[in-house]
């Protein structure tokens, strides 16, 4: 292969073979047609993605023609080999804040090592060590679903996707994290890990098996993950102590990213392809159903209201009740959140809201203002 002469006359040292007699290729050092020269400027954090999706890098496009892995914006050879993508449609996996929280996400990783003050714990009355190491073992449980709910999918995404990849890459870690905190603190107090029984499992396996990426993010971050969020709200009425507390605030960050995620995904996927509304709102049919057994499931309820109560003595009195109270808020912000991303669930959902303390009346007129 001869050296192009444009590249041979501005490198006349090139040579045209190796040292052991392959011709070399030294195309790549002109004739490009992705963009050369382009100067993105770092913003005051560093260089981030939003600085460097300039000019036609920043163009995401709707539909790829290829399907390979070669970095969005290079030169493509037509013949890259199909990796066998099937989510090829931007509207499959994106979201319009997708790149802002994989920026965040980088920033805001935290270790259950070095960031949790543990050498704080102290002994706890047993109903409280108890209570708090079963909901650690049901939230152990849970979190690495939604580590492996993004990992079934992604390597289906197409390429050209990155960013939305590479937040999901982050969600795993952070839900790898959450595994790994809230297992180290059902063991790191004299405790250990208590009751795994089905509840749990089959919201767990709606979400795993659901028929499309969209139906899997509506039921894990619209539903599943936006009820852990609320749940970490109230982190502070249920933390026994400063530690949980501070368990409970890193996780909220995270969870708050993931449900971010979630929400704005499915308002672009139903606005990019309307059809995709009936899709989701199945899905959540059978999910809501299934986040009501998981509410309901007695080791979870009792644990909760247990810590709510601050001991054994005022569970009926005062850990019931707040526990309630943390159910109707976690649905009243479900429904909203719904209606946000625009799969209205207030005049479908065969939830019993009024039996779950939801106020739908307060809820459809802050949904139509
Ligand atoms: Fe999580
Ligand atoms: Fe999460």
Redesign the pocket.
Known sequence: MAIALEIQERYPSLPATSPIGQELDWAWLAGHSSEWGVHPKASPRGLTMMDVATGSYGDVPDHPVHRAMAARGADIDPDTPDMGYILNSKSDVWSDNVVELYEEAVARQWSATRDIPWSELRELPSDLEHAMCQLCTTLSEI?MI?SDLPAKWMWRMNHDFLEAKMFLCTQIM??AR?SEVFRKRALANGGGLLKSRCGPETLLRTILEAKTYTQATALLHLLG?GF?LDLFRQGEAIAPTDVEKKIFRM?MQ??AR?VAYGTLHIRYAIEHDPDVAEEIHEALDHGEAAMVALGGSPDMSTALALLLAGGADKVDEVGFPLQRQLAANQFTSYLARCERAGVGRLERTKLPLELLGVDVEALRTKVAR
Do not use: L, N
Request: hydrophobic share 20%; aromatic share 0%; net charge negative.
């Open positions: 979190e939604a952070d839900e959450h993950e852990i996780t995270d969870e993931h």
